[in-house]
């Protein structure tokens, strides 16, 4: 089953208020598939880079909607992390003022570890296997960074 890329935006506003998160939702040109914003509350949305994803084929067992579902669980492990540890702004803040690297990329590190752990419980058991492989490799890109 596949699903159209002008479709993307409804279908994960779709699984994200299902779970009663709220964001705002915005579609643009960044430089990954999606990026949630915890200080503006809001869902950035590259369509493009979805659909690059998508037509790769990473796991040919699952749908394009149950990968996009992948994508989106990450992300909604960040809102889920922003909730659990609301003083993750102020820390954002305080790192920007040491203006050290190294502490910042291992802050992102921690906050993207986070996500996918707190992502993991809104899976179906039937896709969690593809999910922590995803999750498996997109830390190790996120190493490289």
Not at 105 to 126: D, N, T
Request: glycine share 2%; hydrophobic share 40%.
């Amino acid at each position: 089953m596949s699903i159209e890329a002008s479709d993307y935006r409804k279908f994960i506003e779709k699984l994200v208020f299902k779970e009663g998160m709220c964001p705002s939702y915005e579609v643009t040109e960044i430089d990954t598939v999606m990026s949630y914003s915890f200080s503006a509350n809001t869902l950035k949305i590259n369509v493009f880079l979805i659909a690059n994803v998508l037509s790769k084929k990473p796991y040919p067992n699952l749908t394009d909607e149950q990968m996009l579902e992948i994508m989106t669980y990450h992300e909604m492990g960040h809102m889920k992390d922003i909730r659990k540890n609301p003083t993750l702004l102020d820390e954002v803040i305080e790192l920007m003022k040491l203006n050290d690297n190294a502490v910042y990329k291992e802050f992102l590190m921690r906050r993207e570890i986070s996500a996918w752990e707190y992502g993991k419980q809104f899976v179906p058991i039937e896709i969690l296997d593809e999910y922590n492989d995803f999750n498996k490799h997109s830390l190790e890109v996120y190493k490289e960074l």
